[in-house]
């Protein structure tokens, strides 16, 4: 059974993708990359590519789309510079300014355009609930509305989105992605910069506070690296 992969670039896509090798052989993995007008575009592109050759998937097998039009509409710190990226809050109940409006909607539409095309059955996305930044569309009952819209809209109607890590806190899956082998080294997940990540934006500390937790050290270096766990 043929797969497409949502690959970031972060931690967490790249143990979806550990995991989605493990389920499927590596000839049916087809491992998707969106641009989106993020600061950090070329960072995680680079990491989506490094993670790819990481397992074997060879370019016909890759896709990486642009959706810059989100940059355009705005209304997150990640696409629009004028909104500076907030410090970390881990305690926060709100929505933080990271938040890209209804961006995995985006993202799923074109794994599913894809899968039509080269006949993938499953969709994995390495979305997280359970510990993350509360993001709207990371929420399981999001993910069954998708599946019920990919049945009503596609011709086959059997495609499928996985979302293996969702209830996972991020230390499980820093341990997921350890007894896979999952490749950390390669991945990217800081919003501010593209050289040496800064340790202090929210998905910084997220990750950050993942390994402490999980008693590994992170692979990554940082302009800080402040205690979350």
């Known amino acids: 059974m043929k797969a497409v992969v949502l690959v970031s670039g972060g931690m967490d896509s790249c143990v979806t993708a550990a995991i989605a090798r493990k ?6 993995l087809h491992f998707l990359h969106v641009n989106y007008g993020q600061r950090t575009e070329k960072r995680e592109l680079k990491a989506f590519h490094d993670i790819a050759d990481f397992y074997g998937v060879p370019a016909e097998r890759r896709l990486v789309c642009s959706i810059a039009h989100l940059s355009q509409i705005g209304g997150s710190s990640l696409t629009d510079p004028s909104i500076p990226v907030s410090e970390a809050d881990l305690d926060n109940p709100g929505i933080p300014t990271s938040y890209v409006p209804f961006r995995n909607a985006h993202f799923l539409s074109i794994a599913v355009s894809w899968a ?5 059955k499953r969709i994995y996305i390495g979305a997280v609930y359970e510990d993350s930044s509360g993001y709207p569309d990371c ?3 999001y993910y069954a509305a998708f599946n019920e819209l990919i049945r009503l809209g596609t011709a086959c109607g059997d495609i499928r989105v996985e979302t293996p890590i969702i209830s996972l806190t991020k230390a499980q899956i820093v341990q997921r ?4 082998g999952a490749p950390f080294h ?5 919003y501010r910069n593209e050289e040496v990540a800064c ?3 929210d ?3 997220l990750r950050l506070r993942g390994f402490e937790v999980a008693g590994v050290p992170d692979p990554l270096p ?3 690296r402040p205690h979350y766990g």
């Open 116 to 120: 039509e095309v080269c006949g993938a």
């Open 23 to 28: 389920e499927h052989e590596a000839e049916e």
């Open 199 to 201: 340790g202090t934006c």
């Open 222 to 224: 940082y302009v800080v």
């Open 177 to 180: 992605g350890l007894e896979l």
């Open 139 to 141: 929420r399981p009952e």
């Open 203 to 205: 998905s910084c500390a």
């Open 186 to 190: 390669l991945t990217w997940s800081c």
